[in-house]
């Protein structure tokens, strides 16, 4: 989970993810990255205006929000079958609010 310091969205996320964990019917690993870290500035630059961003396995899932009608156990259960696991679909799109920025710089002055 992509996240910075004071981000009460993503102490709701974490909650569900460790509600989630506490179940023990499937395992994995949580890791929050906190974007205005040293070394990070490309992650803030993507990010800085939708955390909670959540990943799994190097693909973009949600941001915002734990999307609550999804039931995770049952997905990462069949995805662990599958041979798939934290393969999940993305809900949405992935924020990337440096591009949108030059998008609109761009607009403003013509180019």
């Known amino acids: 989970m992509y996240t ?22 499937v395992a994995f690993t949580f890791e929050s990255v906190d974007i205005t870290d040293a070394g990070n500035e ?3 630059e993507k990010y800085k205006y939708d955390i ?18 999804v039931d995770w156990e049952s997905e990462m259960k069949k995805k662990a079958e599958e041979g798939e696991e934290g393969k999940f679909d993305s809900i949405g799109s992935e924020p990337d609010a440096g591009r949108m920025e030059r998008k609109r710089e761009c607009k403003e002055c013509g180019n």
């Open 52 to 69: 909670p961003v959540v990943t799994g396995n190097g693909s973009y899932w949600f941001k915002h929000r734990f999307p609550k009608d």
């Open 4 to 25: 910075k310091g004071g981000c009460t969205l993503c102490d709701v996320v974490k909650a569900g993810f460790k509600d989630l964990k506490g179940t023990g019917e």
């Open 42 to 44: 490309e992650l803030y």
